[in-house]
């Protein structure tokens, strides 16, 4: 049985940083391509981030340069790191094996001030 399970979730100012992590089990991790989604309230969930088996990486547009998404496969863990943080950040993150159509449970993000 795979299970996805997030963590990092917070509160943070506009411009802080945050690093989300996605620990999976019940999957040979290493051959999958993992993701980060995101859903804010009244909206569609969106793709944030993507890293395929072989570490090839796909951004949203709204996150390049400040969101980088990667994984260590002997801890079967995937990770989002979260700079320059902006309000519109805010969201309910969650993490994705594509292979499957494994999803998490999902961390909430909030930046205020």
């Known amino acids: 049985q795979v299970q996805l399970v997030e963590s990092g979730g917070g509160l943070v100012q506009p411009g802080g940083s945050l690093r989300l992590s996605c620990a999976a089990s019940g999957t040979i991790f290493r051959l999958y391509t993992m993701g980060w989604y995101r859903q804010a309230p009244g909206k569609q969930r969106e793709m944030v981030a993507v890293i395929t088996s072989g570490g090839s990486t796909n951004y949203a547009d709204s996150v390049k340069g400040r969101f980088t998404i990667f994984r260590d496969n002997a801890k079967r863990t995937v990770y989002l790191q979260m700079n320059s943080l902006k309000p519109e950040d805010t969201a309910v993150y969650s993490c994705?094996?594509?292979?499957?159509?494994?999803w998490g449970q999902g961390t909430q993000v909030t930046v205020s001030s």
């Open positions: 994705n094996q594509r292979e499957g159509g494994y």
